[in-house]
């Protein structure tokens, strides 16, 4: 304590002596300067001889700056500061459930993203099979633990502190080395078919049934569907077709790609894959049996899986003449793994 009242008497001498010097004279000036070195002078030797030190609130200048605790989020790939975070702004002090609520919606925001910043959460975009039989690289999962997160940020409250975001990224699980051997043996396989008649529709058939074609599925991997497929719009290539919107039949861009997710979902669903997320048509389809379609709809509704199987497949599509097929293939070694156990 006694410390801290020098160091503070210290840079009070320094603060008159820059601040002042436009508003006091010369003289007056120096002997304010001598008056507050006396003053130290005083307070060491009370400090050396081990005296009381009484400082009175008149010997010391009330100019307080106030300082807030800080917390600073930190992107521990880029290592730049991405949120600062003042606790007694957001009612720390005053109103601690409210102020949970705050970290934990800043959490969310950050995870999921929000309508004009896109969030640090990623879905799994997998490995293809190129033309030349090439690995075409995709992206890993990244996922925000939204929980750790509100845990690092509620540790620092007190005292303030910079805090990383509990970032965790999944990269698709097999073996290089198993690429040759994954189209050897169909282990499942599911066909529709369609009128040849309707272009449009045929075309955004064959467009999303391409990009599920050679696709890796590694042991843990979720495969989004819309993520693998991406927008389906006129830029991508995707034509008005019928589809079905609220029990009606209307024309949008990209109808008929449900008929490739049902016919992938039929096929896949026959190996060790655990259903993620899969919605029904609100009219019934003819293609598959009532009950085992999967509609999807970019950014809304998607159809995911998980390969449980801890073994990889490769998922395989032909689409002509009016006849869609999806065929699960593996390496032989991995055969008895993958099917499904009645």
Do not use: W
Request: hydrophobic share 40%.
């Amino acid at each position: 304590m006694i410390k801290n009242v020098l160091i503070l008497l210290i840079i009070m001498c320094t603060v008159v002596l820059t601040g002042c010097f436009g508003n006091l004279e010369k003289e007056n000036l120096s002997n304010k300067v001598i008056e507050l070195e006396q003053k130290v002078l005083e307070l060491q030797r009370q400090v050396t001889n081990n005296e009381n030190v009484v400082v009175a609130e008149s010997d010391i200048e009330e100019t307080e700056v106030e300082q807030h605790v800080a917390i600073k989020l930190v992107d521990p790939k880029t290592f730049t500061v991405i949120k600062t975070i003042v606790p007694k702004e957001l009612g720390y002090e005053t109103d601690f459930s409210a102020y949970v609520n705050e970290i934990e919606q800043i959490a969310k925001d950050l995870a999921r993203g929000s309508e004009t910043v896109a969030g640090y959460d990623k879905k799994m975009m997998l490995d293809k099979i190129g033309d030349n039989g090439e690995i075409i690289k995709g992206s890993p999962m990244v996922i925000l633990k939204e929980s750790e997160l509100v845990e690092r940020i509620l540790a620092a409250s007190d005292s303030g502190a910079t805090v990383e975001l509990p970032l965790y990224t999944t990269e698709s699980n097999y073996n290089a080395a198993d690429i040759e051997s994954l189209d050897d043996v169909v282990v499942a396989s599911y066909t529709t078919y369609f009128s040849p008649a309707d272009a449009g529709r045929n075309k955004n058939i064959e467009l999303s049934a391409n990009a599920i074609n050679n696709v890796i599925v590694g042991s843990g991997d979720v495969f989004s569907f819309n993520t693998i497929v991406g927008p389906r719009n006129e830029a991508n290539g995707y034509q008005p077709a019928p589809e079905i919107i609220n029990a009606k039949l209307v024309m949008g861009i990209g109808g008929g790609i449900c008929q490739t997710s049902s016919t992938l979902f039929n096929a896949v669903d026959q190996v060790l894959i655990a259903s993620v997320e899969r919605h029904h048509h609100s009219l019934d389809v003819g293609y598959v049996p009532k009950g085992r379609d999967a509609t999807v709809s970019y950014g809304i509704l998607d159809y995911r899986f998980q390969n449980i199987s801890g073994v990889p497949f490769i998922i395989k599509s032909s689409y002509g003449n009016g006849i869609l097929t999806v065929e699960v293939r593996t390496s032989p070694d991995y055969v008895e793994m993958l099917k499904k156990t009645v």
